[in-house]
């Protein structure tokens, strides 16, 4: 029984885990450099579990909002922390963000599809105004919470690709 255990962890130790990690969790310091290596490490965790296109989506989704807390939540140079989670499942890649930084405002959630809230013309909106767009349109699920000084924006990014089965 003891040979047995000492031959999987050997054989685990030469071929790693039999699949693909399925979870993302990092905290990191609000700034530009480190939200660069957080992009970095998110997209190396599911790399080979994503086309081009959806590698893309993430990257660009997670480049704007990670951005924006650090130019928008911690403005001014104030120190903060933001963690970010990603799950992969059957549905896609679920992920959220939190952070201690301002309010998010509500005009950045506003959903195009209620003819209530249409999309604003790009040309009217601040520079960096159209990042949500981006996001609005390439994530579902999009929610955001606020409790006491504590920000949490969860969203969904559909996947095409199945999720991988462990190996036998």
């Not at 003891?2 to 071929?15: G, I, S």
């Not at 790693?16 to 399925?22: T, V």
């Not at 590698?55 to 480049?63: F, N, P, V």
């Amino acid at each position: 029984m003891l040979a047995n255990r000492v031959a999987e962890k050997e054989a685990f130790r030469r071929t790693g885990p039999r699949h693909d990690p399925q979870i993302f969790h990092h905290s990191f310091v609000a700034d530009p450099m480190s939200v660069r290596q957080a992009l970095r490490a998110a997209l190396a965790r599911f790399l080979r579990q994503l086309s081009e296109d959806e590698a893309g989506t993430l990257e660009l989704i997670l480049a704007e909002v990670l951005n924006n807390i650090v130019e928008h939540g911690y403005g001014d140079g104030l120190p903060g922390t933001i963690t970010l989670s990603i799950v992969r499942d059957r549905r896609g890649l679920s992920c959220s963000v939190s952070d201690d930084g301002v309010v998010l405002p509500a005009s950045a959630l506003l959903n195009p599809a209620d003819p209530a809230q249409s999309r604003p013309d790009p040309a009217s909106l601040p520079e960096g105004g159209f990042g949500w767009c981006l996001i609005r349109d390439l994530a579902e699920d999009l929610g955001y919470h606020r409790e006491g000084n504590h920000n949490l924006l969860a969203f969904r990014i559909p996947l095409v690709a199945p999720l991988p089965t462990a190996a036998p």
